[in-house]
């Protein structure tokens, strides 16, 4: 026997990006389905900073300050782009 679901919006990938949309979705009343192929968390970074369009969507989730809080100083600027 074959089972549906019917859903509003398929994420692929519980990275920062799809949970934050999955937040975003939820808060709005979208209904959504969240998958991902890895079993276990990546180890490492994906991402050395947050860029100001990431920082307005923070905000708007109200955790701003508490990633800023949790977050580290860059040991030196990028000046070689």
């Known amino acids: 026997m074959t089972r549906y679901t019917t859903t509003d919006v398929l994420i ?3 990275g920062v990006t799809g ?3 999955a937040i975003e979705l939820a808060r709005h009343g979208v209904s959504f389905r969240l998958i991902e192929k ?3 968390p990546f ?3 994906r991402g050395k900073g947050i860029q100001p369009r990431t920082q307005e969507i923070f905000e708007d989730l109200g955790i ?3 990633v800023v809080a949790a977050g580290g100083r860059a040991l030196s600027p990028i ?3």
């Open 12 to 14: 692929c990938g519980a």
């Open 19 to 21: 949970l934050t949309l």
């Open 38 to 40: 890895r079993t276990t």
């Open 43 to 45: 180890i490492g970074s």
């Open 64 to 66: 701003l300050n508490k």
């Open 79 to 81: 000046t070689n782009l």
